[in-house]
């Protein structure tokens, strides 16, 4: 996704300065007026500071997993533009992984989860990332994470006055395939790679998916799947099929945990037995 002007200071090369710089946000509140507006101010001005604080905390976790890259750049740069309207300061409420915690730590861990997600949104977007490998290194609830990242999508769609939208199966797959795609690359080699990826398709098309209109459901093996597991499954077939080594499917989920793919991973050894 290309998310057009994107300001000086979110460029690679002076990110880290945005983990502990000042923002501009919010107005000025008059001081010494009359003591309810003094005490307004020194309100408002906690407020501010510790919602730009908790900004700030967020773009540490980001650089943090993704260093000065563009990846980076273009998740704060989102983050930017979702605090401008409602700011991830202001919600305070409770997410499900961080019951148990201390304040602080609570803090951290929503500020990890508005971070992943901001990264993942990007993945979904279709600049490929190791999103899902660090909301799984991090713990992240998977409600809070999919929490998030609708709330970070909800807001981003205001801002570009766009209508809300749900993806087609068939586009979920194939940017799923793409994703796969790129991280298998890296075991194996982009030739491999790309075999695989075009058994996949083969197998998904058999059993009706990837249909040319998208507002078609075909009935096949994969109906009941998630569009995202379904092409996960259709790419562990296709990888037996060219008879890749098993041990690559595990390394290859590491790489990209699908959720809900755990389970298929694990008792995918059948698919591996050579006659």
């Excluded at 300061?89 to 148990?100: E, I, N, T």
């Excluded at 096949?220 to 008879?243: I, P, W």
């Amino acid at each position: 996704m290309d998310p057009g002007f994107t300001h000086e200071r979110n460029q690679p090369h002076v990110l880290t300065g945005r983990a502990s710089g000042k923002s501009p946000l919010g107005s000025d509140i008059p001081e010494k007026f009359d003591s309810k507006f003094d005490w307004l101010s020194k309100l408002h001005d906690r407020e501010t500071r510790e919602d730009v604080q908790f900004l700030e905390q967020i773009i540490g976790h980001v650089l943090y997993a993704c260093g000065k890259s563009q990846t980076a750049s273009m998740a704060i740069a989102l983050l930017d533009q979702v605090n401008s309207i409602k700011s991830f300061g202001s919600r305070r409420k409770k997410m499900v992984g961080d019951r148990m915690m201390s304040e602080d730590d609570a803090r951290d861990y929503r500020a990890r989860v508005y971070a992943g997600s901001a990264v993942d949104v990007l993945n979904s977007d279709g600049r490929v990332n190791q999103s899902r490998q660090i909301a799984r290194d991090w713990g992240l609830n998977y409600v809070d994470f999919t929490g998030a990242k609708r709330f970070i999508n909800t807001i981003r769609r205001k801002t570009l006055c766009e209508p809300a939208s749900r993806a087609p199966r068939s586009g979920i797959i194939r940017q799923e395939l793409t994703n796969n795609t790129e991280f298998l690359s890296q075991l194996v080699g982009r030739t491999v790679a790309n075999n695989v990826r075009a058994t996949a398709i083969e197998i998904l098309t058999e059993q009706l998916e990837l249909l040319d209109d998208d507002g078609l459901v075909g009935a096949g093996r994969f109906t009941n799947q998630t569009a995202r597991k379904a092409a996960l499954m259709a790419f562990v077939e296709a990888m037996a099929k060219v008879k890749l080594d098993r041990k690559l499917v595990r390394q290859l989920y590491r790489l990209n945990p699908v959720p809900g793919g755990s389970n298929f991973v694990e008792r995918s050894a059948h698919l591996f037995r050579y006659e």
